[in-house]
C-alpha cells in the first residue's frame, strides 16, 4: 500500500504536525507527491511573508517522496472523470481531481484532511492522517 500525499497533509507535516511525523517514518519509501502538489507547496513557502526555514524544511521532505508526473495517461484519466462528474452535476475542484487521477493511474490512496473535496470521484481510496 503507497501513497498520494495531499498538499494539505505535507504543508500540517511542514508546519510540524506530530501525528504526521510518525506516519511518514511508518510508510517512507511509499508516499508519493504530485508535480501539482508540488508546484502548491512551493507557491507556499516563497511567499514573502513565510519563513526561511520553511523552504528548506521542503526540500527536505521533497528528498523523502518519489514525485510523480501528470502525464497523458493521468490526462486522460482526468477527462473520464470530469466528464462524468460534469453529466452527473457533482465536481471536484481542478487540482484536487488531477491528484485524484494521479492516485487513480498509480493505485494510490490519497492522504489529506480535506476528504470532502475528493468524494465526488469514483474508486479513489482516501485517508485522513489527521482525523481524530
Not at 504543508?11 to 502548491?40: C, D, N
Not at 519563513?51 to 482526468?78: C, F, G, M, N, T
Request: hydrophobic share 40%; net charge negative; with cysteine.
Amino acid at each position: 500500500m503507497s501513497f498520494l500525499l495531499d498538499t494539505d497533509t505535507c504543508s500540517a507535516y511542514l508546519k510540524g504536525e506530530a501525528r504526521l511525523w510518525q506516519r511518514f517514518m511508518q510508510y517512507g519509501g511509499r508516499l508519493y507527491a504530485s508535480t501539482i502538489t508540488v508546484a502548491e507547496l512551493y507557491a507556499w513557502v516563497l511567499r514573502s511573508k513565510s519563513p526561511p526555514r520553511r523552504r528548506q524544511a521542503l526540500e527536505d521532505l521533497l528528498r523523502d517522496v518519489r514525485i510523480i508526473d501528470v502525464d497523458s495517461e493521468v490526462a486522460r484519466r482526468y477527462g473520464e472523470v470530469r466528464a462524468s462528474q460534469l453529466d452527473r452535476g457533482e465536481l471536484t475542484p481542478p487540482l484536487d481531481l488531477l491528484n485524484a487521477a494521479v492516485a487513480l493511474v498509480h493505485d494510490l490512496i490519497v492522504v489529506t484532511h480535506d476528504t470532502q473535496d475528493f468524494v465526488n470521484v469514483p474508486d479513489l481510496r482516501i485517508d485522513d492522517w489527521l482525523a481524530p
